[in-house]
């Protein structure tokens, strides 16, 4: 099993920064990647940025430029600063591991409790 912790949640003005940190625990002998999903209320959970466990990123068009994630590999931690928000970025975010399964192919997927971020003034 994995555990993800989320923290670092709040209100924020329009134009202002939050960092979001997840640290995970368990059996990572086998992730392949972290990430960071968000979802609105009213509409679906949709990836934000993923990291591999080799560096490759993924960023959603609407945060390329403002977004930024990071990892401390030591610490099995994973962070994601988030510049120039917009009230559309208001959302619960969820950390998300990917875990290679046993069964050859397939993927095991963990999720962190959400943390809430709100952009307003």
């Known amino acids: 099993q994995v555990q993800l912790v989320e923290s670092g949640g709040g209100l924020v003005q329009p134009g202002g920064s939050l960092r979001l940190s997840c640290a995970a625990s368990?059996?990572?002998?086998?992730?392949?990647?972290m990430g960071w999903y968000r979802q609105a209320p009213g509409k679906q959970r949709e990836l934000v940025v993923d990291i591999t466990v080799d560096g490759r990123t993924n960023y959603a068009d609407s945060v390329k430029g403002r977004f930024t994630i990071s990892r401390d590999n030591a610490k099995n931690t994973v962070y994601l600063q988030m510049n120039s928000l917009k009230p559309e970025d208001t959302a619960v975010y969820y950390c998300?591991?990917?875990?290679?399964?046993?069964?050859?192919?397939?993927?095991?997927?963990?999720w962190g409790q959400g943390t809430q971020v709100t952009v307003s003034s």
């Open positions: 998300n591991a990917v875990l290679d399964s046993q069964l050859p192919g397939s993927f095991d997927y963990y």
């Open positions: 368990g059996r990572l002998f086998s992730l392949n990647a």
